[in-house]
């Protein structure tokens, strides 16, 4: 049973355009989310995150939003760079409850078109 | 530039060997964690150490897979005796548990294991 779910595999945008990555969640419980992104032979790094009592977190070009009626979050990336192609994971805490485990979603691989 | 190193990067065993990979935490960092990369799961959390003690390993098959802490510099995980499915990669990550309660987990290069 997924908790954290990224949909959409892959998505192509044009540079300069905006990028939306999905995630959706089904723990009601998750109070912090965060999105690392990931390039091929790399670890995942920390890109930004969002608590719980936050509808949005804005850190220069990548802004996250958190609905948490729909269970949803997204990463918009404005502009978008060629530099931003790479794998895109969303992850979910309970802080909470003082875990700081993550559960990671699969993942979506971003191919930002020159 | 701190960083979490991982040995080996690669790794191509046969099966039923002894697999061991090592990880060097951030310097100062209190926490330590293993993850399991794979096409079909994703990134999966196997075990994780706070202050080096083992908090939560539910993630791991108990019977193959085993995680310690020596001391703060070094993480290992063993995987004996390796099978075909093991095959992944594995990733470190160390991160610094603050007063505010905040912390962010910072990801080692990963060892990608392939068990034949």
């Known amino acids: 049973d997924q908790q954290v779910k990224q949909n959409s595999p892959s998505l192509s945008v044009q540079e300069g355009r905006i990028s939306i990555l999905n995630c959706d969640y089904t723990?009601?419980?998750?109070?912090?989310f965060l999105w690392y992104k990931k390039y091929p032979a790399e670890g995942p790094t920390f890109l930004i995150s969002?608590?719980?009592?936050?509808d949005k977190n804005e850190d220069g070009r990548f802004t996250v939003f958190l609905n948490k009626s729909a269970k949803h979050l997204s990463l918009h990336i404005v502009p978008s760079q060629p530099g931003d192609s790479a794998v895109y994971f969303c992850?979910?805490?309970?802080?909470?409850?003082?875990?700081?485990?993550?559960?990671f979603g699969k993942g979506t691989k971003l191919s930002v078109i020159p | 530039d701190a960083r979490v190193t991982q040995t080996p990067r690669h790794k191509v065993t046969e099966m039923g060997q002894e697999v061991t990979m090592r990880c060097q935490p951030i310097?100062?960092?209190?926490?330590v964690f293993w993850y399991r990369q794979t096409m079909m799961q994703g990134l999966e959390l196997l075990a994780y150490?706070?202050?080096?003690?083992?908090?939560?390993d539910s993630g791991m098959p108990k019977d193959r897979f085993s995680a310690e802490m020596p001391d703060a510099t070094l993480a290992t995980l063993k995987i004996q005796p390796s099978e075909p499915r093991d095959s992944a990669v594995y990733f470190c990550?160390?991160?610094?548990?603050?007063?505010?309660?905040?912390?962010?987990?910072?990801f080692g290069p990963g060892t990608r294991l392939l068990v034949l």
């Open positions: 990550a160390s991160g610094l548990l603050d007063r505010r309660a905040q912390e962010t987990q910072y």
């Open positions: 723990n009601s419980m998750f109070d912090y």
């Open positions: 969002i608590s719980s009592i936050k």
């Open positions: 992850a979910a805490s309970v802080r909470g409850a003082g875990s700081y485990q993550l559960t």
């Open positions: 310097l100062g960092h209190n926490t």
């Open positions: 150490f706070r202050n080096r003690a083992p908090l939560d």
